[in-house]
C-alpha cells in the first residue's frame, strides 16, 4: 500500500482545518499585516523610482545649463581656471546607486548605506559629504523592518500555531488509538495531509500578501516575482517541517508550544547574532579611530607640501606648461589627489571587511531561514553588500575619469570650454 495520502485523507484534513477558528484568525492576521507592510514598500519603491528619475533629468538640464554657460568660453584669466574647478567639484558629478526589479524588497537598506554619491575634484573622503539634507543617522527614524523582515519574523508563529497539537491532542483526549485503527496505512499519510493544507493555506496567504509590494514597483519584474514566490514557498515548507516534527514529538502539547517558540526565538534571533559576531571575528572592522588619525595626518602632509606636490604634477605632465608658483585653485588640486592616493586603500579596508563579513554570513545563513530569506530580498533589490561595493569602486572608477578631464584644464588656467563639458563622463552602473 502507498504511505502517501489518498483523497479521503485530503477531505478530512481539509474539513479539520475548516472547523478550526483559530487557524483562520490567525491566517487573517497575517494576510493583513503582509498587505500593509507590502502596500507601505511598493509604494516607497515607486517613489524612489520616481525621485531617481527626476533627478537625473534635473542632472541632464544642468549639465546642459553649463554647456551653454561655457560656450562662449570660461571666464577670462584667472577666472577660468577657477570656474572649471567650481564647476568640478558641484552637482554635475552626481552618481546613483541603480536597483534591480525586486526594490520593495530591499528598499528599507537604503537609510543605512550611502546611494548618492558625489565625484569631485576635493576629497570625498575628507571634506565632501552626501547630498541632500544633513542628518544624524542615530537619530533617523527607519520606521518599520523590511518586508522580508516582517515575513520572517511572522510567518514562522503561524506556521508554528497552525501545526500546534496536530498529533498531541489526538493522544490528549485519547482518540489517537482511534485514528491509527482508522488508518490503515498508518499515521504518515494524515500528518502529511494535514500538513500538505497548511502547507497551501500558508503559501497562498504569503503571495497575495506580499506580491503587492512588486505589483505596486513600476521597475519590478515577472522574474522577480517567481524567483521571490520560491523563496516564499522554500521558507513556509521549512517552518511547516519543523511544526510537523514538533508535533509528533512524545510531549504534552504544551511542552510542544515552548519548544516551538524556542525554535523561533533561536532560529529568528540567536543564530543571526551569532552568526554576526563569528562574521565580525573572521573579518574585523579597521580601526576607526586610527582611520580618523591617518585622514589627518594626509591633510597635514599635503598641506605641509603643497608647493612640492603642484611642482610634482607638472613634472609628470610635461605636456601642461608649468604655472609656478602655483595660485589656488592650481595649488590646492595636487594636495587633494595625493591626499587621495593615501585616503583610497584605508576606505577600502573597510569596504573589504564589509563585503567579507557578507560573504560569512551569507556562506551559513541556511542555519537561519528568516536571514536566508532577507538576503534573498536584498540580492533581488540589489542592495546587498556585494553590489553596495561594486558602486563604491565604479564610483572611484568615474571620479578618476571625471579627473583626468578636468585637471588638467585647472592646472594649465585656461579652463574648459563648451566642447569639454559636452565630453564630460556619464555615470552608468554595469551590474
Not at 495531509?193 to 497551501?200: E, F, P, V
Request: proline share 7%; net charge positive; charged share 20%.
Amino acid at each position: 500500500m502507498s504511505p502517501w495520502p489518498t483523497p479521503h485523507h485530503w477531505r478530512a484534513e481539509a474539513l479539520r482545518l475548516r472547523r478550526q477558528p483559530l487557524a483562520w484568525i490567525a491566517l487573517g492576521t497575517l494576510l493583513a499585516v503582509l498587505l500593509a507592510a507590502a502596500v507601505v514598500a511598493g509604494l516607497d519603491a515607486r517613489a524612489w523610482r520616481e525621485d531617481a528619475a527626476r533627478q537625473d533629468q534635473q542632472l541632464s538640464r544642468q549639465r546642459a545649463a553649463a554647456i551653454a554657460q561655457f560656450r562662449d568660453g570660461p571666464p577670462a584669466g584667472a577666472g577660468a581656471a577657477l570656474a572649471t574647478y567650481q564647476l568640478g567639484r558641484g552637482e554635475l558629478g552626481a552618481t546613483r546607486m541603480t536597483m534591480l526589479p525586486g526594490l520593495a524588497l530591499g528598499l528599507h537598506r537604503l537609510e543605512t548605506m550611502p546611494t548618492r554619491l558625489r565625484v569631485s575634484l576635493d576629497s570625498r573622503h575628507a571634506d565632501a559629504r552626501d547630498p541632500g539634507p544633513l542628518r544624524n543617522p542615530l537619530l533617523t527614524d527607519t520606521g518599520l523592518p523590511g518586508l522580508p523582515a516582517i515575513v520572517a519574523l511572522v510567518l514562522p508563529l503561524v506556521a508554528l500555531v497552525l501545526c500546534a497539537g496536530l498529533l498531541q491532542d489526538e493522544r490528549e483526549q485519547g482518540r489517537l488509538g482511534l485514528l491509527r485503527v482508522q488508518s490503515r496505512r498508518g499515521l504518515f499519510p494524515v500528518l502529511a495531509a494535514a500538513l500538505g493544507w497548511r502547507l497551501g493555506a500558508l503559501c497562498v496567504v504569503v503571495a497575495v500578501g506580499t506580491l503587492p509590494a512588486l505589483a505596486l514597483d513600476p521597475g519590478a519584474s515577472l522574474t522577480v516575482a517567481l524567483q521571490w514566490l520560491v523563496a516564499l514557498v522554500a521558507f513556509c515548507a521549512v517552518w511547516v517541517g519543523i511544526g510537523g516534527l514538533l508535533s509528533c514529538a512524545p510531549v504534552s502539547g504544551a511542552t510542544a508550544m515552548l519548544a516551538a517558540l524556542g525554535s523561533w526565538l533561536l532560529s529568528t534571533f540567536a543564530v543571526p547574532a551569532a552568526l554576526m559576531w563569528a562574521a565580525e571575528r573572521e573579518a574585523p572592522m579597521p580601526s576607526r579611530l586610527a582611520a580618523i588619525v591617518d585622514l589627518r595626518a594626509a591633510q597635514q602632509d599635503g598641506e605641509v607640501r603643497e608647493a612640492a606636490l603642484a611642482q610634482a604634477w607638472y613634472a609628470a605632465h610635461p605636456d601642461i606648461p608649468p604655472r609656478l608658483p602655483a595660485v589656488w585653485p592650481a595649488s590646492f588640486v595636487p594636495r587633494v589627489l595625493a591626499q587621495d592616493d593615501r585616503l583610497r586603500p584605508l576606505m577600502r579596508r573597510f569596504d573589504d571587511s564589509r563585503q567579507r563579513q557578507a560573504a560569512s554570513m551569507a556562506r551559513w545563513a541556511w542555519l537561519s531561514p528568516g536571514l536566508k530569506l532577507v538576503l534573498v530580498g536584498e540580492r533581488l533589490a540589489g542592495t546587498d553588500t556585494a553590489r553596495h561595493v561594486a558602486y563604491l569602486r565604479e564610483v572611484d572608477a568615474f571620479e578618476d575619469r571625471w579627473r583626468d578631464l578636468l585637471v588638467p584644464r585647472v592646472m594649465d588656467g585656461r579652463g574648459a570650454d563648451a566642447q569639454a563639458l559636452a565630453a564630460l563622463p556619464r555615470f552608468e552602473m554595469k551590474r
